[in-house]
């Protein structure tokens, strides 16, 4: 191709840039204009960053249909309207002769039996199965609008909109858990259900709902132990002043809490008010708040972070402590009422290292200790005192606020996984008072590796690389919680504890998803390491749950990962028992504990509305 001489193309340039400025010479410059303002018209300048008060909102059915616009398309599943059960079978398919289930490891325990009144059973949560995401007046919750919005956030960008449709399906579910036994089930009420927007009008469809999930539990026998919240905050309250970084969510909470229990407190022996709080640590803080994010408004200008756990975790704690109070002194509740901690064991690496031993305590204050007030003085611990310093100014408990949270719990529940070995950073102690260093608050570190470097256990799946099978780890933590940490504690429930078997949610054989070793083994080794920590240790341990009943949505993981001791057929929604399943059952069957239909709490199902 030929190219004119450039020196030529820059004199044209200059040529009619002059031409165009000497037609313009003569145009006023846009200061010397005027516009009218027309009457009738009013003007602001408008300020995003400047936003400081809270939206209201006057429980309107289009309000509802734009906080649900907020998540966009909800997937429907097969089944849209409440089943009633069929006959479940008088055996099920189960291990055989050519492959005998997994012996215990501890002869020791040959003859041991539970104490009678020992609970158990399994558990799930409300988002991660119950599907029906929209149906009958629900409001969205946090989870809806990062599983549809917050892209790549799960990491196989499922959703909780269909799952296991528990919501249409308990009532074979309870049939299943009846006819093998279970007596008890501990599943977690929806607050968006109950509340489509965190307060203001009860949605009546919601509550007949969970009205007829706790009669067919009592008619079938089963003792429900009810969490109250487990992670799914109504989307409205983060769009109206921020949910769980600011005070308006304690009287939220309690409004809800305090009509759930007042219905259900007859048939409902134990009341979990929160699941985990310690998921302010390691999941609320990534919430997409902010403009930046651009998913619900930073109130108090709290985008995650540090910042969102410290928030989190008061407002969460004050919240517990104000039903608690309630329920004992006012409401004269006729169950127990306690918050599930999520923690797992922490062994120094080197038993001989003074830094190692302080990188336990460490993990532990900032695990289990930022909520330990009930058993202690009603405050943090102290070493989450000193490291957070005056990042704590706007949420120091007063006086009155310690003693309201001291004795708040009736019992000490733990869902505790696998077990760790506990290291110290390099140079930690100018961690801890460094708020921008990387490892800051913790300021410890722990590994799944032995010091040898041998693992110390079978692994879980790739995906939950936190876990790993480490039985004694369950034993020696219940010690340390029970004799070390907290020594006033009377009883200890293990509330949670499951593995998820590795690849499975890559099979595509039921064959070979049915025979999930590992996880029997993870069951049969928990199972007999609480069991010696009753007979051998003097712990009062007075229950255990498995998680999970079936395979769930298993929030940052999506779908693929898989805890349930019963496969879940995300087609047909069909529920199929696995070897890990009975090897719990049968667990329980030598060694004793509760029993179907008897204890010291449920109900007449008759006195329910609708029961009949």
Request: charge should be negative; proline fraction near 7%; include cysteine.
């Amino acid at each position: 191709m030929l190219f004119p001489n450039r020196s030529r193309l820059f004199a044209f340039a200059i040529l009619l840039h002059q031409v165009f400025a000497a037609d313009n010479s003569s145009a006023p410059s846009p200061t010397s204009l005027s516009f009218a303002l027309p009457s009738g018209y009013s003007t602001k300048v408008y300020n995003v960053s400047a936003a400081t008060t809270t939206l209201t909102y006057s429980y309107s059915d289009e309000e509802l249909a734009l906080l649900w616009d907020q998540i966009g398309p909800i997937k429907v599943g097969p089944i849209t309207t409440t089943v009633e059960p069929t006959p479940e079978p008088t055996a099920y398919p189960r291990p055989g002769t050519f492959h005998p289930q997994v012996p215990t490891y501890d002869t020791s325990l040959n003859g041991v039996r539970l104490p009678d009144d020992f609970i158990w059973g399994l558990a799930h949560s409300a988002y991660q199965v119950e599907g029906a995401a929209k149906d009958e007046g629900k409001g969205p919750s946090i989870w809806d609008l990062i599983s549809h919005r917050q892209v790549n956030a799960v990491r196989d960008n499922s959703t909780g909109d269909v799952v296991a449709s528990f919501y249409y399906l308990y009532k074979q579910d309870f049939a299943r858990l009846k006819n093998l036994g279970v007596p008890y089930f501990s599943p977690s009420f929806s607050w968006p259900r109950f509340f489509p927007f965190g307060n203001g009008p009860l949605n009546e469809e919601g509550v007949a709902h969970y009205d007829d999930l706790i009669a067919s539990m009592v008619a079938n026998g089963i003792k429900p132990a009810i969490s109250l919240f487990h992670w799914d905050t109504p989307l409205a309250l983060f769009n109206s002043y921020g949910a769980w970084t600011d005070p308006k969510i304690v009287d939220d909470f309690f409004n809800y809490a305090k009509f759930v229990i007042t219905r259900y407190d007859e048939y409902v022996p134990i009341w979990f008010t929160f699941n985990e709080p310690q998921y302010c640590n390691w999941q609320y803080k990534y919430y997409p708040a902010g403009h930046k994010k651009g998913l619900y408004p930073a109130y108090h200008n709290i985008t995650g972070g540090l910042p969102a756990r410290i928030a989190c975790s008061y407002y969460t704690i004050l919240a517990h402590a104000k039903v608690a109070k309630w329920y004992h002194e006012e409401f004269k509740g006729k169950g127990r009422i306690t918050f599930k901690n999520s923690g797992n064991y922490f062994e120094a690496r080197n038993a001989s290292s003074e830094a190692d031993i302080e990188s336990v305590k460490r993990n532990y204050a900032f695990v289990l200790g930022w909520f330990g007030g009930p058993w202690t003085d009603g405050d943090y611990d102290p070493i989450v005192r000193e490291t957070l310093g005056p990042l704590l100014a706007n949420y120091s408990f007063s006086p009155e606020q310690k003693a309201l949270i001291k004795g708040s719990c009736d019992f000490f529940a733990i869902d505790g996984y696998t077990g760790y070995y506990s290291n110290a950073i390099n140079n930690a102690t100018s961690c801890y008072t460094n708020s921008s260093h990387p490892s800051f608050p913790e300021c410890a570190s722990s590994s799944s590796n032995a010091p040898d470097r041998f693992p110390v256990g079978p692994s879980g799946d790739n995906d939950v690389s936190w876990l790993y099978n480490t039985p004694v780890g369950i034993r020696r933590f219940l010690n340390v919680i029970t004799k070390e940490l907290y020594p006033t504690i009377v009883d200890i429930v293990v509330t949670e504890f499951g593995f998820a078997e590795p690849f499975e949610g890559l099979g595509t054989s039921l064959g070979n998803i049915l025979w999930d070793l590992r996880r029997a083994d993870y069951y049969q080794g928990f199972l007999d390491n609480i069991l010696a920590a009753i007979h051998h240790d003097g712990v009062n341990v007075t229950g255990a749950f498995g998680w999970s009943v079936y395979d769930n949505f298993e929030w940052f993981e999506g779908n693929h990962v898989k805890f349930g001791v019963q496969y879940l057929n995300q087609t047909s929604l069909e529920r199929v028992p696995k070897a890990s399943f009975f090897q719990l059952l049968d667990w329980f069957k030598l060694r004793g504990g509760v029993s179907l239909g008897n204890g010291t709490a449920g109900g007449n199902a008759t006195a329910i509305p609708g029961a009949s």
